[in-house]
């Protein structure tokens, strides 16, 4: 099991930049993915970006150039670094590990 606990959230006006982070309760260097996932009021939950124990990483079209998703495995931490963000960012973001384990969420709030 593992326990991940988001934060880094807030309120920013668009434009403006936030990095979330995601810290394990135990070494990710063994994790197949990692992964942050998005969820706006009435839509569903949507990936936003992941990364594999290789390195590899992936991003939904709308935050590619925009958001950065990179790992400290000695700190057991995933970071997601977002720049010129917009409105349509505002969401609840999640972070996950393999697809089974889930933070707690942090809110972030793009204002215009």
């Known amino acids: 099991q593992v326990q991940l606990v988001e934060s880094g959230g807030g309120l920013v006006q668009a434009g403006g930049s936030l990095r979330l982070s995601c810290a394990a309760s135990?070494?990710?260097?063994?994790?197949?993915?990692m992964a942050w996932y998005r969820q706006s009021p009435g839509k569903q939950r949507e990936l936003v970006a992941a990364i594999t124990s290789g390195g590899s990483t992936n991003y939904a079209d709308s935050v590619k150039g925009r958001f950065t998703i990179s790992r400290d495995i000695a700190k057991n931490t995933v970071y997601l670094q977002m720049s010129s963000l917009k409105p349509e960012d505002t969401a609840v973001y999640y972070c996950?590990?393999?697809?089974?384990?889930w933070g707690q969420g942090t809110q972030v709030t793009v204002s215009s």
């Open positions: 135990r070494s990710i260097f063994s994790i197949n993915v």
């Open positions: 996950t590990v393999d697809y089974d384990y």
